[in-house]
């Protein structure tokens, strides 16, 4: 854009926000703006429809003259057009910081509300409660991958393995992205499982990864803010192993919770979507699968705190008071 270009777009943002009469024809809203000729006319309802999708704008029919023209909704509005127009003016951009993957959840600073990823994580999540059949604008492949256990302490119970995504600040199935890198998607699903359990190993013979099933669901990228189309590759984890070591971002889920999109883990909530759908699609669903490893697995005590924080400090409250009145026993 020249800067002629750019000064013609800022005379009709004011134009537009000092207008506080009835509806303006579009051809004499340039004209009070100083425009003239056929190309800048043209322009001008480009402009003006791009205005429309901020809802800043509307059409209406002049009651008096009969023609139709724009009027600003509000007197907000009208500012909202003047400060548009003294950015376009100074060249400034209004929003910044394009380049940072991920989004956050309200309460927003200012800095976060202006950030480009931001913006569109709320641009589009409000595009896709207008219209739930919203065109995605990305695709991606992902893989996930079930494992399922006994633990102990459990009662018996179905525990699934799920991991903290630290960008989209939801827990959901080990697994990710398949990347260029990876000859298929299975070697992604075990790559994946190397990089989220410590210590992990896979050993042939002794570690299989049995598909499950393809689905895809279209939801909000909390990463690059975008509604996506998701292709999600689902494996079990099939192991002779004994232990399967998680780590701090590791959580193990009940089979009763794992569907249920109430479930919170420290105000994060579940990413399963996609899991719902392969239920719907399995035999048996997922309390039809096998376990993934034979033995009931051991929590470590860091697991316990975290699972039963209240039970542990009434454990531990319990003890000192044991131990202090012993000590006039013992003195």
Same mark, same amino acid.
């Given at each position: 854009?020249?800067?002629? &270009?750019?000064?013609?777009v ?21 004209r009070?703006?100083?425009? =003239?000729?056929? %190309? $800048?006319?043209a ?6 429809? #791009? ?13 008096? =003259?009969?023609?139709?023209? +724009? ?8 500012? @909202?057009? *003047?400060? !548009? ?16 993957? /991920?989004?956050?959840?309200?309460p @927003? ?9 931001? @913006? ?6 409000? *595009? ?9 604008? *990305?695709?991606?492949? +992902?893989?996930?991958? +079930? ?5 102990? /302490? ?11 995504? &630290? ?8 697994? /990710? ?10 070697? %992604? ?9 410590? /210590? ?9 990864l ?10 909000l990228?909390? $990463? @690059?803010?975008?509604v ?24 193990? +889920? ?8 109430? $479930?919170?883990?420290?105000?994060? $909530? ?6 719902? *759908?392969? &239920?719907? !699609? !399995? ?5 039809? #699968? ?12 860091r ?12 454990l ?12 006039? !026993?013992?003195?």
């Amino acid at each position: 854009m020249t800067d002629d &270009d750019a000064a013609a777009v800022a005379a009709l943002l004011d134009a537009a926000g000092q207008h506080a009469g009835p509806p303006i024809p579009l051809s004499e809203l340039c004209r009070q703006a100083g425009l =003239s000729g056929a %190309a $800048t006319e043209a322009s001008a309802p480009i402009v003006m429809s #791009l205005l429309g999708a901020f809802g800043v704008l509307r059409p209406e029919r002049d009651p008096a =003259s009969g023609q139709v023209g +724009v009027v600003a909704v509000s007197p907000q509005a009208r500012y @909202f057009l *003047r400060s !548009l127009a003294s950015y376009v003016r100074t060249g400034h951009s209004i929003l910044d910081n394009w380049e940072r993957p /991920g989004t956050a959840e309200p309460p @927003f600073t200012g800095r976060q509300v202006l950030s480009g990823p931001q @913006f569109l994580y709320l641009a589009e999540e409000r *595009r896709l409660a207008l219209d739930a059949d919203a065109a995605p604008l *990305r695709q991606t492949d +992902v893989v996930q991958v +079930v494992v399922k256990c006994r633990l102990r /302490g459990r009662g018996g119970r179905a525990q699934y393995l799920l991991i903290y995504d &630290d960008r989209a600040r939801q827990y959901q199935l080990p697994g /990710g992205h398949v990347r260029a890198s990876d000859t298929d998607d299975r070697a %992604a699903a075990m790559r994946e499982l190397e990089e989220e359990l410590p /210590g992990y190993d896979p050993t042939p013979g002794r570690d299989r990864l049995k598909e499950l099933g393809t689905v895809s669901v279209v939801q909000l990228s909390r $990463t @690059f803010g975008a509604v996506t189309e998701y292709r999600v590759v689902f494996f079990q984890l099939e192991s002779e192993a004994q232990q399967i070591r998680v780590g701090p971002s590791g959580r193990w +889920v009940p089979e009763d919770a794992l569907l249920d999109r109430t $479930t919170l883990f420290g105000g994060a $909530t579940l990413n399963v979507a996609a899991l719902e *759908r392969l &239920d719907q !699609l !399995l035999p048996g669903g997922l309390r039809g #699968l096998p376990w993934s490893l034979p033995r009931v697995q051991h929590r470590s005590l860091r697991e316990v705190v975290r699972d039963r924080p209240w039970e542990v400090v009434g454990l531990v409250i319990g003890i000192l008071g044991l131990v202090l009145a012993l000590i006039p !026993l013992l003195s």
